[in-house]
């Protein structure tokens, strides 16, 4: 009699404990699931993955993935134009419509990556439910402009410069598997302030009319967003730090080691001053960040769960 009652109390127990796992995902679990994939779109010197295993968006996919989201990381030229590697972004894209059956994306692009989600928006609009971008240099960046003019100058400069990363570009693109063109010296003059600008002028969708003020929010029924990071030492045990602190002395303004506050504004600016410096934005490296403010995989969600209100 005894044992028959323990094992009532134990099966009782169990089907508490599943109805409530169940409730509290039903109200958890899918605030990131959006109506349209999330496509990820990597910055300068990108990749998806290394040797198939090392996520240049640390942690990301699979953050976003637990809380409901479909989500699609890319991979395009390493150094180039954002609308060479744009239109590798499209023929990804339409792949990823065609897998899902969906017929729009939501965007995420870092750093140069926000420049190629703005021109996949501008030429393929039909492709486009929203674009945002993280860390991107929209009004271009002190560190290029400076290297354009102190290392470009001399054809011998740009040779090496040209050399140096379109090696790197050419061994990061073959250990993640993909053999995208590179051209690094097109790709530097892009995130300078002029090569910035015309860019723009191209493709404005998004971009602040002011120095330092928000974008259009919407543009032909695209959302547009922005994030960034300010911070520039954030961990002590992560060795980019120590080239971000470098690179940080090159900028006039507040900058998150590569991208300044204001460059960084597309559309509807949501925060443009995180403790985060520019490998924080993506989780980097091995997931280093600064404790003691928002976790970057906690940004990702929340946006994720913002597209999904949005109905995106
Ligand atoms: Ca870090």
Redesign the pocket.
């Known amino acids: 009699m005894r044992t028959k009652w323990i094992g009532l109390v134990v099966a009782a127990l169990v089907l508490f404990n599943a109805s409530s796992a169940s409730a509290w995902c039903w109200w958890n679990c899918n605030t990131a699931k959006t109506q349209y994939p999330i496509v990820l779109a990597h910055g300068m010197a990108g990749f998806d993955e290394l040797f198939g295993v090392y996520e240049y968006w640390f942690g990301i996919p699979g953050a976003l993935e637990d809380k409901g989201a479909t989500v699609f990381v890319t991979s395009v030229s390493q150094f180039n134009t954002s609308q060479e590697r744009g239109e590798q972004l499209i023929d990804q894209i339409e792949t990823i419509t065609a897998i899902t059956g969906k017929s729009k994306v939501n965007l995420i692009g870092h750093s140069h990556g926000g420049l190629d989600v703005r021109y996949v928006a501008a030429v393929r609009p039909d492709l486009v439910a929203s674009v945002t971008s993280v860390g991107s240099p929209h009004k271009g960046a002190d560190l290029a402009d400076f290297l354009r003019d102190n290392v470009e100058g001399g054809s011998f400069g740009e040779a090496v410069l040209s050399a140096f990363a379109e090696t790197l570009g050419t061994v990061l693109g073959l250990i993640s598997g993909s053999d995208n063109p590179q051209d690094a010296v097109a790709a530097l003059d892009q995130l300078s302030t002029p090569g910035a600008a015309a860019f723009a002028a191209s493709y404005p969708q998004g971009v602040p009319a002011s120095s330092c003020g928000e974008g259009a929010a919407v543009v032909g029924g695209i959302r547009y967003y922005s994030w960034s990071g300010t911070g520039v030492l954030?961990?002590a045990l992560?060795i980019?730090?120590f080239a971000l602190g470098l690179t940080s002395l090159f900028y006039s303004e507040s900058n998150d080691g590569l991208v300044g506050r204001c460059s960084s504004h597309l559309g509807d600016v949501i925060r443009d001053n995180y403790f985060q410096?520019h490998?924080?934005e993506v989780n980097?490296?091995f997931g280093?960040?600064s404790i003691f403010t928002s976790n970057p995989k906690t940004l990702f969600k929340n946006h994720a769960n913002r597209l999904k209100n949005a109905g995106l």
Request: charged share 25%.
């Open positions: 954030t961990n992560d980019g730090d410096n490998l924080d980097q490296v280093l960040v």
